[in-house]
């Protein structure tokens, strides 16, 4: 069983994510951790797609858009402080599990071009 853990969230991003997003590494479990993510007002991210990892997107500030697409669906969630979704496994900052390392996110063409380097 695993012990209880407090953190202060950093002031700064502790890491880049594989599509270029600043990331603060807060908590993790076995089977879950939490992080947030941010992006820069304007900028675009890298698409990316999981080997292992499904996601939970909680939008806490900001506005702006993410494209998914799984199979031959696709859609634009438009995304606004209060919006929660989802990026199940194989769909383009809860993880779980926990980040696994760097040779998990795959790179994909996207529906914008990436503003910001892939890490």
């Given at each position: 069983?695993?012990?209880?853990?407090?953190?202060?969230?950093?002031e700064?991003?502790?890491?880049?994510?594989?599509?270029?997003a600043?990331?603060?590494?807060?908590l993790g479990?076995?089977?879950g951790g939490?992080?947030?993510?941010e992006?820069a007002?304007?900028?675009?991210?890298?698409?990316?797609?999981?080997?292992t990892?499904?996601?939970?997107w909680?939008v806490l500030?900001?506005?702006?858009?993410m494209?998914?697409r799984?199979?031959s669906?696709?859609e634009?969630a438009?995304?606004?402080?209060g919006?929660c979704?989802t990026?199940?496994?194989g769909?383009?900052g809860v993880?779980?599990?926990p980040w696994p390392?760097a040779g998990?996110?795959i790179?994909?063409?996207g529906?914008?071009?990436?503003?910001?380097?892939p890490?």
């Open positions: 069983m695993a012990e209880f853990a407090t953190l202060r969230r950093s700064a991003p502790t890491t880049r994510a594989p599509d270029g600043d990331v603060r590494i807060l479990l076995a089977r939490m992080a947030e993510f992006l007002p304007g900028a675009v991210s890298a698409a990316v797609t999981h080997r990892v499904e996601e939970i909680y500030r900001g506005r702006g858009e494209w998914r799984q199979g669906r696709e634009v438009r995304l606004e402080p919006l979704l990026v199940p496994l769909v383009l993880t779980m599990p390392g998990e996110a790179a994909v063409e529906r914008w071009p990436p503003t910001l380097p890490s």
